[in-house]
């Protein structure tokens, strides 16, 4: 392998904590909550809507998601200022570096934040490319990672990708890639492990299985 595109929230960025609690703010109207870090794993999936279907045991009504997107993202903004990048993410970025070998980044986040952040946290010299979402909706994760990868110029069978969810790994599966999966993120170890793709429990791992 000679290319890693890196999944940025839940991977490279940790927060979660920020993820459960910006939940945790929307929900409290309703009475549900408040989920701890597990709680919250046990009711996510994607797409997101659908994970807040779960948690209200119903159908979202008419308008009912756009206000719960905005609400979740204006807590997540505040929320997200206090997490900082992920266990080993910086030396792992480093050593693929250091190895002569490049690396990307494939995110679901708005790509103007995602730009600013990677620049707040002093990474943006590692990746070659980083990409974030241009649209208003992201929907699976497949056909950007065919867009990203087609910027590239780069063979699949030479890439593996690493993020914390099944949308990555299908992502992967999607351009002929690798996948590795990591448990930093918000789903469960058992979802992830159902892809049959490796899953490990620190990014250190996921570079060394590369």
């Known amino acids: 392998m000679r290319h890693i595109v890196w999944d940025w929230n839940g991977t490279l960025f940790h927060d979660i904590d920020a993820v459960v609690g910006a939940t945790n703010e929307i929900f409290q109207p309703y009475g549900l909550g408040p989920y701890d870090v597990e709680g919250f794993r046990e009711v996510y999936t994607r797409p997101i809507w659908v994970a807040y279907e779960r948690m209200l045991g119903r159908p979202l009504r008419d308008g009912e998601w756009e206000t719960l997107d905005l609400g979740f993202h204006e807590n997540y903004h505040r929320l997200m200022e206090a997490c900082q990048l992920a266990e080993g993410a910086l ?38 490319r980083v990409d974030g979402l241009r649209s208003v909706s992201g929907g699976p994760k497949a ?37 590795i999966l990591y448990t930093g993120g918000m789903s469960r170890r058992s979802e992830l492990k159902s892809v049959g793709v490796p899953v490990v429990d620190s990014l250190a791992d996921a570079l060394d299985l590369v």
């Open 91 to 128: 030396s792992s970025l480093r050593a693929w570096e250091d190895a002569g070998r490049t690396q990307s980044l494939l995110s679901m986040w708005a790509h103007e934040r995602l730009v600013g952040k990677v620049g707040d946290l002093g990474i943006d010299g590692h990746f070659v």
């Open 143 to 179: 056909e950007h990672m065919v867009e990203h990868l087609k910027a590239l110029d780069l063979d699949p069978e030479k890439v593996v990708v690493i993020g914390d969810s099944v949308d990555d790994a299908h992502a992967a599966q999607h351009v002929g890639a690798r996948a």
